[in-house]
Each structure stands twice: as structure tokens, then as C-alpha cells.
């Protein structure tokens, strides 16, 4: 028999209390009973999101709302600009490409951080720009980009500010409305412990100008439906019923502990995650590291290897690097219902996969810095 420690970032660990409401009996999505507990849902996601805007529950994983928000706010042949840190901010430009909208790309090195001044300047050059697509957590580098900066950089012009949160969004600190955000997405698999299924999306009033403008095709992730379907607590089609119905135990878990110490607890691990993978040489890899996962060089005889054995040997899973930094870094997440005794558990097993691999290290040593960081924090 063998346990399993889910540690990669995304999918993540469900609590115990929300896996047994996915197992409930499936009720009708058109009775009250259902209404009610999308009602609560819909007001807890307002919490979590930090927002008064409505925020629609889509079915699909983040890929598909980061769709919907390319199709619900534009036309074949608007420019817009992406901001892109990595594998998941490439993804808005693969998505906005094949809708025929112009991208202006801004692309920085993989394990830096986005500019807001940068995009300031892109956005004064161009100044027909009718959205500026940024990822908050870049999940395949580990980084954090400063969308309040950049929100106070967008929000002075005409275009919109959409951000992918599917990473960030419970685990790091992260208000929509303060920052002037116009559009969030997030989903179900990361910060919000549930399985993976769900999609969320939170528009701005902007935000909605320019929906009523748009002319890309849409039908199914249409946001004018899911506007109408929420005045009745419904969704327009057949939701994840079991995953809504364990959402509401998820952000009743996080309302219950609150949401800064949500944040709080997940900066602690990223500090505790850093210093355990300083103590056994290993470099980070982020400049500018979030709060939701922490990613950290590994030299590249060896880099392919770790993950795989570290999930055959000790049932620990980790995830390695994707595209251009694939075996060449390990990334290992702290968010939703990864706890402390995790995290120490995780560096145990990485040391002595490490060793088995002929790395150098002194065993013991990541496991102590981590210690000594939980115990003085
Ligand atoms: C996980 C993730 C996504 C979406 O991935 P799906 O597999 O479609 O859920 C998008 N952006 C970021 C930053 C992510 O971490």
C-alpha cells in the first residue's frame, strides 16, 4: 500500500469535508433547495475574490474561462496586449491568436516578474489596445506579478485589466476591486481544494462595455446567460452539481478561518519552502517568488528523474518544469489543503531522492530549515 501526498500545484489535496459532500446524492439544479446553496456559493466567492462584482460559476477547467474571456469582450481584429511570464501567460496569446485578435506581446524571461511600466509604454504606443491579459501567480516559474501596479497602470486608459488567478487566488493576496481589476478568472483544482471542474469569472462594470460590444462566437460560455441565469440563482446549463454543492463547504473552510489568514499561511510555507530549498543548494528559481508554489533549479543530469521517483518510491508528488525549463526545475505547491506537516514531508522524501540520484547534500538539512522557519514564524 502506498500514500499519496499530493504536492504539485494543481491539481491539489481535497479536505476530508468537502470530498464527502462531492459524494452526496445529486440534487435537481432547478429545484430551491439547489438554489440555495448557489446562492451562498455566489456571495462566497464575492469574499474570496475580494469584489462587489457578480462572479459567474462556469463548468470547464481554467483553460476554458480564460476562453470565455477572450471571446466575451472582444472582435475578430481588436488589438490587445499580453503580459506573459511564462507557460500559462503564453496561453492568453494561443487563445487570442486563434480568435484573429492582434496581440501585443510583452514577454519577459521565464522566473521573472511582468513590468507595469513596460505596459504602460506599450499601452501609450498602442493606443487602439482594448485589454490587457496578465497571469497573477505564474504557476510554471513560481513567480508573482504586481497587478496592483499594473491595475493602476490600465485603469487610467480605456482598455481592461483581465487577470488569470486560477493559481493565485485563495493562496495569495489578491483584491480584485482595490487593484481595479476588470476581469478574474480562477478555478476549482488549486486554492479552493475541490476537484478539478469548475471555472470562475468576475467582471467589472468596464468589463461589461465591452461585452456589449464583443462579436466573437460564443454560445455555451455566453457571460450575458450566466448574467441572466444568476438573478434566479442558476446557471443556464447543468452545472457540476456535486462540485457546487462541495464548494460551498470549501469557502465555508476558508470564510471559517478567514481569508488574510488563508494568505498568511501560505506565505509562511513559501518562506518555510524557500529556506528548505536553499539549505540543500538547490536555487530558486522565481526572482520575485509567490505564495502558492515554490520552484527551485535542479541540475539537469538529474532534473528528469526526480519527480518520477519521488512519486514511484515515497508516493510524493511534486511537479517538474514545463516547456523550456522541463527537467531543468521542480516546483512544489502550498496552496489550498497543503499543510505544514506537508511540507516536511515532502523535503524529507525530495533528500533522499536527491541522494539516491548522487546530488551532495548532508540529510536532514532542508527538513531543519524548514523547521526552523515553522517554529520561529
Ligand atoms: C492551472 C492553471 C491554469 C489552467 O489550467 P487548467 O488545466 O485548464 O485548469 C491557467 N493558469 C494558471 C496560472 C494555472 O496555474
Redesign the pocket.
Known amino acids: 500500500m502506498k500514500k499519496h501526498y499530493l504536492l504539485t ?2 491539481p491539489t489535496p481535497v479536505p476530508p469535508e468537502v470530498a464527502l459532500k462531492e459524494a452526496l446524492p445529486i440534487i435537481h439544479h432547478r429545484t430551491s433547495e439547489f438554489g440555495a446553496i448557489f446562492k451562498d456559493v455566489s456571495e462566497g466567492l464575492k469574499y474570496v475574490f475580494r469584489t462587489q462584482n457578480d462572479v459567474f460559476i462556469t463548468s470547464s ?4 474561462t ?1 476562453e470565455s474571456a477572450v471571446v466575451n469582450l472582444l472582435s475578430a481584429g481588436d488589438e490587445v496586449i499580453v503580459a506573459t511570464s511564462g507557460n ?1 501567460g503564453d ?1 492568453w496569446i494561443k487563445i487570442c491568436e486563434v480568435y484573429g485578435v492582434i496581440v501585443h506581446s510583452i514577454s519577459v524571461e521565464w522566473g521573472k516578474a511582468v513590468s507595469s511600466i513596460e505596459i504602460e509604454k506599450v499601452l501609450k504606443a498602442n493606443p487602439k489596445v482594448k485589454a490587457v491579459y496578465t ?5 510554471s516559474t513560481g513567480v508573482v506579478n504586481d497587478i496592483k501596479a499594473i491595475g493602476e497602470v490600465v485603469s487610467k486608459t480605456s482598455a481592461v485589466l483581465v487577470v ?1 488567478a ?3 487566488l485563495v493562496g495569495q493576496e489578491f483584491h480584485m476591486d482595490d487593484w481595479k481589476v476588470d476581469v478574474t478568472v480562477s ?1 476549482s ?2 486554492g479552493f481544494m475541490l476537484a ?1 471542474g469548475l471555472a470562475f469569472v468576475a467582471l467589472s462594470p468596464k468589463a461589461w462595455g465591452l461585452v456589449e460590444e464583443s462579436k466573437l462566437p460564443k454560445f455555451y460560455f455566453d457571460y450575458k446567460k450566466y448574467k441572466k441565469s444568476l438573478i434566479t440563482s442558476e446557471t443556464p446549463f447543468t452545472p457540476p452539481v456535486s462540485l457546487i454543492v462541495a464548494l460551498q463547504e470549501a469557502i465555508r473552510m476558508i470564510k471559517e478561518h478567514t481569508i488574510e489568514q488563508v494568505w498568511a499561511d501560505c506565505r509562511l510555507l513559501a518562506k518555510a519552502s524557500r529556506a528548505g530549498m536553499k539549505a540543500i543548494g538547490l536555487e530558486l528559481f522565481a526572482e520575485n517568488p509567490c505564495d502558492v508554489v515554490t520552484s527551485a533549479k535542479v541540475p539537469e543530469d538529474i532534473g528528469g528523474k526526480i519527480v518520477k521517483i519521488l512519486r514511484e518510491k515515497y508516493g510524493v508528488s511534486i511537479a517538474g518544469g514545463q516547456g523550456a525549463v522541463k527537467g531543468k526545475i521542480i516546483r512544489f505547491a502550498h496552496m489550498g489543503y497543503i499543510g505544514k506537516a506537508d511540507i516536511l514531508v515532502g523535503f524529507s522524501c525530495l533528500e533522499m531522492v536527491l541522494k539516491e540520484l548522487g546530488y551532495k547534500l548532508e540529510l536532514g538539512k532542508s527538513v531543519a530549515a524548514v523547521q526552523e522557519v515553522l517554529l520561529n514564524n
Do not use: C, L, V
Not at 497571469?135 to 504557476?139: A, I, L, N, P, R
Open positions: 500545484p494543481g477547467s481554467g483553460t476554458g480564460m500559462f496561453r497571469t497573477f501567480t505564474e504557476t488569470d486560477i493559481s493565485g478555478g483544482q488549486k478539478p
